[in-house]
Every structure is written in C-alpha cells, then in structure tokens.
C-alpha cells in the first residue's frame, strides 16, 4: 500500500493478490489521478478504466488477464492489450476480432 501511495505504476510488479485487493487498487487509481466509485468492485473498476484508456490492462491481475469480459473491453480499446492476455484469450476469435486482427468480413 506504501508503495502504490508514492508511485501507483508500483502497482504493475504487485502479486495477483494486492492486484484483487480493493482498497490498494482503489488507492492506485487515486494516486494516479483517476475517478474512482468506491461502490464498485474491483472487476468493475479495471473494467471502467480499460475502457477510458486501453493501456492500464498491463498492470490487471493475471486473474483479470483471463476475464473475456475484461480481455474484451481492452483490446476493443486499445488492440495491443492482446499481448498481455493470459488463458488462450489471445486466440479467440471474439478477441481477436475486437482487436482489429481478424477481418470480419473476410474471416481471415
């Protein structure tokens, strides 16, 4: 928590439990000037801040990295997300298709 108060790119190195944990990752968004719901859960708030701004999907929780609802909301904003995606995410078609790497049309 000390850490991710002084500098909340501290955040990215974190194990997968500080990464789930509410009130750190709550902490994180603050330090790093972003609007936060506190009645949120921590889904919701990696989900809210992929969205805005695709490149905080690096510092999700492996957890989160295996989430097709998360992976999807990442890599529709911001199609390099795709690197980070754990569990075979990086070869569904859903994905890959809201990546921008699979011509829909086309199927290719």
């Known amino acids: ?3 991710v108060a002084q500098n909340g790119t501290a955040f990215y ?3 997968d439990d500080v990464k789930n944990d509410k009130d750190i990752v709550l902490a994180v968004f603050r330090q790093l000037g972003l609007a936060v719901d506190d009645g949120m859960s921590v889904k919701d708030m990696w989900i809210t801040r992929v ?3 695709g490149g905080f999907f ?3 929780s492996d957890e989160m990295k295996r989430d097709k609802e998360e ?3 990442a890599v529709t904003k ?3 997300s795709l690197e980070y ?3 075979g995410l990086n070869q569904d078609a859903d994905c890959l298709k809201a990546a921008g790497l699979w011509d829909v049309e ?3």
């Open 13 to 15: 190195q974190a194990v």
């Open 58 to 60: 690096g510092f999700a």
């Open 106 to 108: 086309d199927n290719k």
């Open 1 to 3: 928590m000390a850490a």
């Open 51 to 53: 969205k805005d701004g």
């Open 78 to 80: 911001n199609g390099s």
């Open 71 to 73: 992976v999807m909301a």
């Open 85 to 87: 995606v754990k569990g």
